[in-house]
């Protein structure tokens, strides 16, 4: 036994040493530095931050380097390192209305207050490949101009104005803000939980929950009533002082789905939403969280459940791809006992069937 553990350990260590060298790759080639990361891969970046669950552009390049680019393993570096830090408080919502706007997009309003601003987007390429960046390519620098001082109002707070989108649905203030990094999950899920674990979701998982609403799985015809892309300050309300303090400025992307109508007897129809925000630029993301979002509200305004994106135990339980790759992953953990057990079942039964229909022997002519 003591034989068998200190080979394993060998082994163990030569696979750390291959895993090194081949993440490394070819030792002629530059290595890649956080820097090129960070500034040349930053949708991955975003990602990692954001289904890590900790802006910090520098460990997520890291997670990105250390993992060989599964972003996956990226994430799960992330929450790992994320789980050592201690926690001082909770900072105040951030104020999307308030962002420094980079891109900003509505496909309900074409004139809306402050303008519609392209920013950086694959929106309008050709999907085509560019052999100009196998090379090197230095591109043109973009056109500057003056930062427009104009308010950039929320598309559902002009709705909200004249009564034709239902209010955002505010929290209970008695109730604190559940955190799903500290308590399991529990069900029936408050829209707090809710969105903690979207934000926290995989995307792929998200994007297809939410193609699959559009398809008519859930009945929820959405509109992108707004997707913008900025710099939003946080802030840390000090108790001491007796005010908000600022901590700084982080990249948010925020996504206000407008949904199909709610009413009652005693209430007029009006559209309701659906809700996304992540870190970064990660407009899939937070449109698919949208989508999901609304489509998990249908408990609470009386829609009929018969989809899975409405279902909060089949979205919760299996959005997170970090829980998911360890459970699927463990597979490839030693199971000799289990299979052998698993083994001689199949054998008894197999034997079991061939007693049962073996033929019966044939009887002679003369009897």
Known sequence: MYVAVKG??????????????ERRGDRDVPELSLDQISEQLSLGVDRV??????????????????????MIEAIFLVRAFRATLPRFGSTEPVDTGAMQVRRRISSTFKDIPGGQILGPTF?????LLDPQLADGFAPEAPAMGEASLAATPRVTDILGRDGLIEPSPAADADVPVGDLTREPLSFPADR???????????????????YSSQRGYGRNHPF??????????????????GFAVPLGSIAMTECQMV?????????????????????????RKT????????????RELGEELIAPAQD?????????????TGFVEHLKLPHYVDFQSELGLLRKLRKEFAEANQAPPMQEAAE
Request: contains cysteine.
């Open 259 to 283: 949904n199909q109508f709610k009413g009652s007897a005693t209430e007029a129809p009006c559209f309701t939403r659906g809700y996304g925000l992540a870190f970064g630029q990660s407009e």
């Open 224 to 241: 992108a009533g707004e997707i913008r892309f900025g710099e939003v300050e946080v802030e840390f309300m000090a108790e001491d002082a």
């Open 49 to 70: 931050m954001t289904e890590g669950s900790l802006y910090d552009r520098e460990l997520a390049a890291l997670a990105i380097k250390q993992a060989r680019g599964d």
């Open 8 to 21: 394993g350990e060998r082994a163990i260590e030569n696979a750390h040493r291959l895993l090194a060298h």
């Open 287 to 298: 449109m698919s969280m949208a989508l999901v979002d609304r489509s998990l509200r249908a």
């Open 312 to 324: 909060e135990e089949f979205v919760m339980s299996h959005s997170d791809n970090v829980q998911a």
């Open 192 to 210: 707090d939980l809710r969105l903690q674990n979207l934000a926290r979701a995989d995307e792929g998982f998200l994007l297809a929950l939410g």
């Open 123 to 127: 929106d309008y390429t050709h999907r």
